[in-house]
C-alpha cells in the first residue's frame, strides 16, 4: 500500500521499478539510496525501517530508534565516564554527592495552567539547605502530551535546562537562606522513572550528573526515590 510521507508516487516508483532490474528481473530496489526517506532495501523491497539495520556494532553499539549510538545511559560507559547526548565523556571527579531529604512535597497536574506535577525536596529543615525541585509541563521539551504521563525518560537534554523550554524541569539549588538560593545546579546525564503521576507522585531518579551553572563543578546522584501523595 502506498502511504503519504512514506512512499513516493505510483510514477516514481515506476521509473524506479523499470531502472532496478536484477537478472533479467524487475525490482523495487537494489541498495538503500533506491528507497523513500525511512526506508530500507530489503530483499530487493522497501520497507519501513524498524531498529537499526544493519546492525550497531563497534564504537557505536547501542541502537536508538533506527540510530545506532554509543550510549544511552551511564552503564554503556566506563569508568570514569557519563553518557551525554548519546556519547561516553569522560567527567571529573564529583564535587558534591547524593541528596538526602529530610521533607518533600508534591503538587498535582494543572489543566489551567497546562503545568504539572511539580516535587520538591529538602535535605535541612535549617538554613542554610539545598532545594532538588522537579516540574513536568507534558507537550513542553522532551515530555510528551498532552497530559502527564508514566515512562523513563533522559536527562540532560538542552531544551528541558531551559526554564522557557524544558518539559522535565529538574535541578537543585545550593546554599538556600530563606527564599534565595545562592547557586543553581543542571543535569548533565541520567535517567528518570516515573511509575505514577495520577494521585501521587512516584519515581525514581538515577545516575545523575549535574553541573553548576556558570562553573564546572559536578553534583552526583547516584539514586533518588520520591513517593508522595498530591497535596493540596
Known amino acids: 500500500m502506498l502511504m503519504s510521507g512514506q512512499r513516493r508516487n505510483v510514477a516514481e516508483r515506476n521509473i524506479t521499478l523499470a531502472n532496478d532490474c536484477l537478472e533479467g528481473t524487475c525490482v523495487e530496489c537494489l541498495s538503500n539510496s533506491h528507497c523513500p526517506n525511512g526506508e530500507t ?21 547501542i541502537c536508538l530508534g533506527s540510530t ?11 569508568s570514569g565516564e557519563q553518557c551525554n547526548n548519546n556519547q561516553c565523556q569522560s567527567v571529573q571527579s564529583c564535587t558534591r554527592s ?45 515530555y510528551p502530551g498532552p497530559n502527564p504521563s508514566t515512562g523513563t525518560f533522559q536527562l540532560g537534554a538542552i531544551v528541558d535546562t531551559n526554564p522557557n523550554t524544558c518539559g522535565i524541569c529538574f535541578g537543585v539549588q545550593s546554599d538556600c537562606v530563606g527564599e534565595t538560593c545562592n ?4 543535569p548533565l546525564s541520567g535517567t528518570l522513572t516515573l511509575t ?32 508522595k501523595v498530591f497535596d493540596g
Open 41 to 61: 532495501c530489503n530483499g530487493n523491497s522497501c520497507e519501513p525501517i524498524t531498529g537499526c539495520n544493519p546492525p550497531c556494532s563497534g564504537s557505536t553499539p
Open 68 to 78: 545506532c549510538v554509543e550510549c544511552t545511559n551511564n552503564s554503556h560507559c566506563g
Open 98 to 142: 547524593d541528596f538526602v531529604k529530610v521533607y518533600e512535597e508534591a503538587y498535582a497536574y494543572s489543566s489551567a495552567e497546562g503545568i504539572g506535577p511539580f516535587y520538591y525536596g529538602l535535605n535541612s529543615l535549617n538554613n542554610p539547605f539545598d532545594l532538588l525541585i522537579l516540574e513536568l509541563v507534558p507537550g513542553e521539551g522532551t
Open 183 to 186: 547557586e543553581l545546579w543542571l
Open 196 to 227: 505514577n503521576v495520577s494521585t501521587r507522585l512516584t519515581g525514581t531518579l538515577t545516575d545523575v550528573v549535574l553541573r553548576r551553572s556558570g562553573g564546572t563543578e559536578t553534583w552526583c546522584i547516584d539514586s533518588y526515590s520520591f513517593d
